[in-house]
């Protein structure tokens, strides 16, 4: 079946400093989206990435889709204390209403 | 966007006893689905809940432990039967919503089952 793995499972950084996770999935991707779940929260919805090289920003948060749409990164420039939380990517299979496969997500944890 | 609400929002249970947890959306969704989360651990899908129909399970998931009701497409419910302490773990309703290409998926707060 379809596999989602995620790196670093962990990273502690001092505010001020930026922050890089990594999502590779086993198979072709229809599209890849990410999630943040705060401690003690449920996960909320970031991005969606569609299109293979594609790139997003959203202020300090960057989302880059693979040309082979097998791999994603979300980079934060500048962590923030407010950026704590656990970041998952999820990667769809198939466009549409195809279900999702989450990675283990990675624990962000800033300093300040 | 979605508004989801689930009851209860915890519970501490009885080895081999039952729960029923609830899934509120305040609008009409199509697709709707139960997940597991263990502490610490990642979402895993338990099974889609359709609308007039049995679920689809995932892999590992049955009916006879994890019945699903989807009555009508704004209310399931998922129940966890005859518990063990293995089953304790965040059980999260979600629902997707959009069309086409972009489809969120929205997530309840959860509920967090404990069994002793």
């Known amino acids: 079946g379809q596999q989602v793995m995620q790196i670093p499972q962990y990273q502690h950084v001092q505010e001020g400093e930026d922050f890089t996770t990594y999502c590779n999935s086993s198979?072709?991707?229809?599209?890849i989206q990410w999630y943040k779940q705060r401690p003690g929260g449920h996960p909320v919805f970031l991005i969606q990435?569609?299109?293979?090289?594609e790139v997003k920003k959203q202020k300090r948060l960057t989302f880059q889709f693979g040309e082979a749409k097998k791999n994603s990164s979300l980079h934060i420039t500048a962590t923030q204390t407010t950026d704590v939380g656990t970041y998952f990517c999820?990667?769809?299979?198939?466009?549409?209403?195809?279900?999702?496969?989450f990675g283990k997500g990675t624990m962000l944890l800033v300093s300040p | 966007s979605a508004v989801i609400s689930q009851k209860p929002s915890r519970d501490i249970c009885q080895r081999g006893t039952s729960l029923t947890i609830q899934c509120q959306v305040d609008?009409?969704?199509?697709?709707m689905f139960w997940y597991r989360q263990q502490p610490g651990q990642s979402l895993t899908l338990i099974a889609t809940?359709?609308?007039?129909?049995?679920?689809?399970?995932e892999s590992g998931f049955v009916i006879d432990k994890f019945p699903i009701s989807r009555p009508n497409l704004t209310f399931s419910t998922l129940t966890v039967s005859n518990m063990s302490p293995e089953d304790s773990s965040i059980y999260l309703c979600?629902?997707?919503?959009?069309?086409?290409?972009?489809?969120?998926?929205?997530f309840g707060p959860g509920t967090r089952l404990t069994v002793l």
């Open positions: 979600s629902v997707g919503v959009g069309s086409g290409h972009i489809n969120e998926q929205f």
């Open positions: 198979t072709t991707l229809s599209n």
């Open positions: 990435l569609v299109k293979s090289g």
């Open positions: 999820a990667g769809r299979r198939y466009a549409g209403y195809s279900t999702l496969t």
């Open positions: 609008s009409q969704v199509t697709m």
């Open positions: 809940a359709n609308q007039g129909s049995e679920a689809t399970y």
